[in-house]
């Protein structure tokens, strides 16, 4: 039976273990720290160094937490603590930096110390802390390797970000350090004190074992200074542990792809979706241990799930991004984003994998009005569209019956009358939300003629009785009335600019001027009141029933 040991250690004798050194695991998580921990990490230290100033530090340590390493003779596998080693090597690289200033000799101390070592007999670097495989290149080039600091690797991944900015906040602190202290020898002897007080006093708990499995078993339930452990940590995790050796290569590099997802969404959301289109509705909190159960009773090999993961993230980010061939796909995929309708993606990624552009097209336009009706408009409650969403997702991709998914989202839909009736009294506060109610509107009114309605920084929304109305001029139930969907209309930035917050007798001319015909029809009012607002919010709520009519559903009032 495994067993855990415990000792103390200062921060210096955690990162001059070379025999043989610390490496972080392949299945553990990313750098993660973000400006904030960073920041308080360097003010615990300066706050304790100032608490004993001079030679008060004798026999003062300062308590970190604790660590957990697996003992093995090749490499000591460090499993948690690896945010507060990596950055105490951030902060070591720059405080080497600015000894070289004064003294080279210092410097070259520090980093054979803490840092990286010279290796005569293998003519090569030891160095005394490797991350893993997705930051092990990039935090030594930036961090642990001395160079010209001209010559910066570029970041790839989010954590090679957080690295940088790390860097750079510690670069900050001590260059204003050195800067008020006029350099020279005070600014050498301040860079050796923090130096000191890093590496001498500040202090963890280590936790030790010589068998990987259970240690590894306690990585999931441990927090590493208030960065929980998330989904995309814990998953990647399981795979490569439950890797062979042959695949874990692989299983690596699937990953390496599947964190680039985070340039344009997040990881946490796509694999919430992939799993959401496979098994239907489950909650995040709860999103881990079921793919977890799902992995281990099925026993999923880790590299079939890896690779499939690959490539959904590769589909996801390009409908998240509103890529497509087909031009009109990439506009509905568009205005998915523009409403925030992120709980439709699920079902989108199961119509794309069993479906044909023609059929992705009609789905996507049902979802889209599906989303209109049931939250922007209806207000009902996400959950609800969740669960049958989740469900439909399921059912779509087990059988391919798009029919059998056009009636579900019918079902679940209140009928066309209701829409038309909660449209004559919606409020829009969400802009994005209302330029896209608008857009839609002001299409539908023009039939087969064509106008692009320009993005938000040339064309505003505009409210029509204004949201801070000149003195005397306030209607009865502002805040009820002035988000109301017939108060909004769209303006040219130039136009907006010209009459904001101007009376409606002021703004007529300018809306004569638009190119839109929703707007230019205000200039044919004779006043705007509270009358003139519903009357055009029924025509506009009349024109919805059709703009926003699923493709399946049978409008018995169509004209």
Not at 190 to 211: E, F
Not at 366 to 383: D, K, P, Q
Not at 498 to 518: H, P, Q, V, W
Not at 535 to 554: C, M, Y
Request: with cysteine.
């Amino acid at each position: 039976m495994p067993t855990f040991d415990t000792n103390k250690r200062t921060i210096g004798e955690l990162l001059s273990m070379t025999n043989p050194p610390i490496v972080v695991p392949e299945w553990q998580r990313d750098y993660s720290w973000t400006a904030r921990e960073v920041e308080t990490f360097w003010l615990d230290l300066i706050a304790f160094s100032e608490r004993f100033p001079d030679d008060n530090l004798q026999g003062r340590e300062y308590f970190l937490g604790s660590v957990v390493l697996v003992l093995r003779p090749d490499a000591h596998l460090l499993l948690d603590g690896q945010q507060r080693a990596a950055t105490a090597t951030i902060l070591l690289s720059v405080i080497r930096e600015y000894l070289a200033r004064y003294r080279e000799d210092a410097a070259t101390r520090v980093g054979q110390r803490y840092i990286t070592d010279y290796d005569d007999a293998s003519d090569r670097n030891t160095y005394k802390l490797t991350l893993n495989r997705y930051d092990r290149d990039f935090f030594r080039n930036e961090v642990q390797d001395a160079q010209d600091r001209e010559d910066r690797p570029d970041p790839q991944l989010k954590s090679h970000k957080l690295i940088r900015t790390a860097r750079d906040f510690f670069a900050t602190q001590f260059e204003e350090r050195y800067a008020e202290l006029g350099g020279g020898e005070a600014a050498f002897r301040w860079a050796l004190r923090v130096q000191r007080v890093l590496t001498d006093h500040m202090a963890v708990v280590a936790v030790t074992s010589d068998d990987e499995d259970s240690a590894a078993s306690v990585f999931e339930t441990l927090n590493d200074r208030g960065i929980g452990l998330s989904t995309p940590d814990l998953l990647r995790n399981l795979l490569i542990r439950r890797a062979g050796e042959d695949d874990r290569a692989e299983v690596v590099e699937c990953w390496l792809e599947v964190l680039e997802v985070e340039e344009e969404a997040k990881v946490q959301d796509f694999l919430r979706h992939y799993w959401l289109s496979r098994q239907g509705d489950v909650k995040t909190r709860r999103l881990y241990r079921e793919i977890k159960d799902f992995v281990e009773s099925n026993n999923v090999d880790s590299l079939e799930l890896s690779r499939d993961l690959r490539q959904s993230a590769a589909t996801y980010t390009d409908l998240v991004a509103g890529r497509h061939d087909d031009e009109v796909i990439s506009g509905l995929l568009s205005d998915l984003q523009l409403l925030n309708a992120k709980a439709l993606l699920p079902l989108v990624m199961s119509a794309h994998h069993v479906g044909s552009d023609d059929q992705l097209r009609d789905l996507l336009a049902a979802s889209v009005a599906f989303f209109v009706r049931h939250n922007v408009i209806g207000n009902l409650e996400n959950s609800r569209l969740e669960t049958v969403v989740f469900r439909l997702a399921r059912a779509l991709r087990e059988s391919g019956d798009f029919a059998a998914t056009h009636a579900g989202l019918l079902d679940a839909l209140p009928s066309l009358d209701r829409f038309e009736a909660q449209f004559r009294e919606a409020s829009v506060r969400r802009q994005k939300s209302a330029r896209y109610l608008l857009r839609e509107l002001e299409l539908d009114q023009r039939a087969t003629e064509e106008i692009d309605v320009a993005p938000p920084h040339r064309v505003h929304l505009e409210h029509i009785y204004p949201q801070r109305p000149a003195d005397g001029h306030r209607w009865p139930r502002h805040a009820q009335i002035v988000n109301r969907i017939g108060n909004l209309t769209l303006l040219s930035s130039r136009l907006n600019q010209r009459i904001s917050n101007a009376g409606f007798d002021t703004k007529k001319a300018s809306y004569a001027e638009s190119e839109l015909l929703l707007t230019r029809a205000l200039d044919e009012l004779g006043e705007w009141d509270l009358d003139a607002l519903e009357a055009r919010q029924a025509g506009l709520a009349s024109a919805a029933r059709t703009v926003w009519r699923l493709p399946s559903e049978d409008d018995p009032d169509a004209q």
